[in-house]
């Protein structure tokens, strides 16, 4: 066989592992989404699973989501993201959720 027979194939076939290894990362990032946007789309998903819900946590809940969108607003999104993050958790089962 000759070298053109052979060279080609692999040369192809390592060029694409060779883009896959250096654009892979590039893919692989995060998104640029502004903060605030996470916390209305969290609230918003909260809202949506607590519509038909019947929790008996869900009157707290729904308040712990009001002080989460609040911090969001005044700039604490990591701690407003927490709270309505820990309400969506403690509707999603129809059980009484314990606290500590």
């Known amino acids: 066989m000759t070298c053109r027979k052979l060279c080609r194939p692999t040369a192809l076939v390592a060029g694409a592992a060779l883009a896959m290894f250096a654009f892979g990362p590039a893919f692989a990032q995060q998104p640029d989404v502004d903060p605030a946007m996470m916390c209305d789309a969290s609230a918003a998903a909260y809202q949506a699973l607590a519509l ?25 999104t990591e701690e407003g993201l927490k709270k309505i993050n820990e309400s969506t958790a403690m509707i999603h089962d129809n059980t009484k959720t314990k606290t500590k």
């Open 52 to 76: 038909n819900s019947t929790d008996p946590d869900k009157d707290a809940a729904t308040a712990r989501v009001k002080e989460g969108v609040t911090d969001c607003k005044n700039g604490n």
